[in-house]
């Protein structure tokens, strides 16, 4: 059964003169409205407003406490490479590994696409394997990398072929802090998704989301969006994550990626999180998503491959 108790976040937040802070909650939307009011604390009462960065969740208290010092401890730049982990449309690099998967085991690809990623440097690989067997069900394959100064988040994902949305979704991040695995299982019926966090075999915590819709999962939304078979400004849908985002098509413009120009149709969401351009020929390659928030991240086109074939 899900552990029902109050869970605990260790979070990191940077203030208006760029200075992090690390602190613990357990109620993080009232502990960051504290923060941006003044009554966070000394440290941050003269540096509003504050942009919230990063947060994990730990069972108890105590747990957090340790959490707390041992990030505290650590230099900037690896407090920055923690953040990467809320890049919310899982905004991610890659280093080689999906596609050597893909010949080691002969399966075909059907779609990579490449991005340069910001900030912090790199680049990002999306790869879509086709149908696949998931329980006796057909499903689609999917995975997503990143690879960030050490840092590594592989997400598989297995999906609805009709619609994208999400049944299964593996996650296995590395790094310096060790290894942590993630399973997020989506009950499409019932709008809910219970993720279950593991480090190493040790279940760290359990915990199950509902939304008031189907739940989508945030890489698979762009790739959602560039199926619609009608695109017109004005075209709009809303989309659980689980939290509820309102997708709307903003415009159809001229951008510049690389030297190269596209016309692109450019989306825009509400509450202002991302906006992604998408390429208005087939096969509407997601050209560049820019998010909002403390690292303002981006990813940018830069090789896009129809199909890897043994």
Not at 11 to 16: F, M, P
Not at 18 to 25: A, N
Not at 56 to 72: D, F, M, Y
Not at 222 to 251: H, Q
Request: aromatic content about 10%; charged content about 25%.
């Amino acid at each position: 059964m899900p552990n029902r108790q109050m869970p605990w976040h260790v979070y990191i937040i940077q203030c208006k003169d760029s200075k992090l802070y690390t602190g613990i909650t357990n109620n993080l939307q009232r502990r960051i409205k504290a923060h941006n009011s003044g009554n966070g604390g000394r440290f941050t009462s003269c540096r509003t407003p504050v942009k919230f960065l990063y947060s994990e969740e730990v069972l108890n208290r105590p747990e957090a406490l340790k959490r707390e010092a041992a990030i505290k401890r650590l230099p900037r730049i690896k407090k920055l490479e923690l953040t990467m982990r809320v890049f919310f449309l899982a905004l991610f690099l890659f280093s080689g590994a999906v596609g050597a998967a893909c010949a080691e085991t002969g399966t075909a690809a059907l779609e990579r696409i490449v991005y340069k990623t910001k900030p912090l440097g790199g680049r990002a690989e999306y790869t879509d394997l086709g149908p696949v067997d998931l329980g006796g069900r057909k499903v689609n394959k999917s995975i997503f990398h990143t690879l960030v100064l050490g840092f590594a988040d592989t997400e598989t994902i297995y999906s609805l072929q009709e619609n994208l949305l999400p049944v299964r979704v593996e996650r296995d991040i590395r790094g310096w802090i060790g290894r942590e695995h993630i399973v997020e299982v989506y009950d499409q019926d019932n709008f809910t998704v219970t993720i279950t966090k593991y480090k190493g075999k040790k279940k760290i915590s359990e915990r199950v989301y509902k939304a008031e819709g189907p739940i989508h999962n945030a890489v698979l939304m762009m790739f959602y969006v560039r199926r619609a078979s009608v695109l017109n400004p004005g075209w709009r849908k809303v989309f659980y994550l689980p939290d509820k985002f309102e997708i709307t098509l903003s415009s159809v413009e001229k951008i510049k990626i690389f030297g190269k120009s596209y016309m692109a149709y450019h989306f825009t969401s509400q509450p202002d999180k991302f906006e992604i351009w998408i390429n208005k020929d087939e096969p509407h390659i997601p050209l560049l998503l820019e998010g909002r928030g403390g690292l303002n991240y981006k990813l940018t086109l830069k090789e896009y491959h129809p199909a890897i074939v043994k």
